[in-house]
């Protein structure tokens, strides 16, 4: 074995790769390939023999048989493969490769990737990072590039890399013990319709390990990137190609801003109540204004408050534990890596 691969003769968790959690992906040319990895030396993309499903040994990584490096960060390794994420033992696990596309037609590959530790009081979170090529770099939505150069705590209170799709959280009228905790190690499928749904585990905030697997539709925002529904898949529900006016949207919503929070207590972030008033300010949870915009089935609002520009989805929803449906939205203020 290669001396890089070892330290004083053990595995070497800083550069070399941990080989769990596979995600076998087509790319768009309908090459057949492999992400995988961890925590140690990262996450990393394999090509794959479209007649076998076996490791190509025609693709030559780093086009030698010595690592490749970009400054201090790995790009290439003849056996590890291409990487795209991770290194350095930063946290960072269950990478999840797939390509959506906007209203537009345009695409990108969105890597998920898990960060923090799977319990309850661990902090894991869904990162979300995207690339035009499946060999990446994915960078998240302020440009910070998913491989790292050195040691960092990456996850809690840290939502520099990634954008993180949702933190821990609880709407008012969950009763104790059933808050959502701890998602991660997620998937996306996609239907006929190019409808895209996260799919994930959450814990609880009731001391057990006990998890759910649940399933939020993804949408587009007017930015271009992809935000998951307030409430869990029913059918029948989502986007519309109704054109709403004033007072269909104008009223009193409760908001969740996904927040880092003090994990290891099983905080969440509660709800607040905002307005939104029918000439076009915003008061209560955030301050500012608000615009609508439809076209081609593009549900788009857009809400410019006091802490940012929070771009967001107006989808049709079913609330969770009370079958009562509503409208609703979903978004992201970029500049700060929140969900909305």
């Not at 190509?56 to 790995?74: C, I, Q, R």
């Not at 013990?177 to 609880?204: E, M, P, T």
């Not at 009223?251 to 969440?268: E, F, K, Q, S």
Request: net charge negative; aromatic share 18%.
């Amino acid at each position: 074995i290669d001396g890089r691969y070892l330290t004083n003769g053990a595995w070497n968790n800083n550069y070399s790769v941990s080989c769990i959690d596979p995600c076998a992906k087509y790319d768009q040319n309908g090459k057949l390939w492999l992400s995988y990895g961890s925590w140690s030396g990262g996450i990393f993309l394999l090509k794959l023999d479209e007649n076998t499903g076996l490791r190509s040994y025609t693709y030559n990584y780093g086009f030698g048989t010595n690592p490749v490096w970009n400054g201090s960060s790995l790009r290439y390794d003849p056996y590890m493969g291409i990487h795209i994420g991770g290194g350095y033992y930063v946290s960072g696990e269950g990478s999840y490769i797939d390509y959506i596309k906007d209203a537009n037609g345009t695409g990108y590959y969105y890597l998920f990737v898990s960060m923090g530790f799977y319990a309850p009081d661990g902090g894991y979170t869904m990162r979300v990072f995207r690339s035009s090529t499946i060999d990446g770099s994915y960078t998240d939505v302020t440009g910070d590039n998913a491989v790292f150069s050195q040691w960092i705590f990456n996850y809690g209170n840290n939502v520099q890399y990634g954008f993180p799709i949702m933190q821990n959280y609880k709407w008012s009228w969950w009763t104790a013990g059933n808050s959502q905790v701890a998602q991660g190690h997620n998937s996306v499928l996609q239907d006929d319709d190019g409808n895209a749904y996260l799919i994930y585990h959450r814990k609880f905030d009731n001391g057990t390990w006990w998890h759910n697997v649940e399933v939020h539709q993804l949408f587009v925002n007017e930015n271009g990137w992809i935000v998951a529904s307030p409430f869990h898949y029913r059918k029948g529900y989502g986007l519309t190609t109704k054109i709403y006016t004033t007072e269909d949207i104008a009223g009193v919503y409760g908001v969740i801003t996904h927040n880092p929070v003090d994990y290891a207590n099983l905080a969440t972030n509660q709800e607040a109540q905002l307005y939104v008033n029918a000439d076009g300010t915003l008061t209560g949870a955030y301050t500012g204004t608000w615009t609508y915009n439809y076209s081609n089935g593009r549900q788009f609002l857009t809400l410019t408050t006091s802490a940012g520009t929070f771009q967001c989805v107006l989808c049709n929803q079913l609330m969770e534990r009370m079958s009562s449906q509503t409208l609703g939205f979903t978004g992201m203020n970029a500049t700060n890596e929140l969900a909305l």
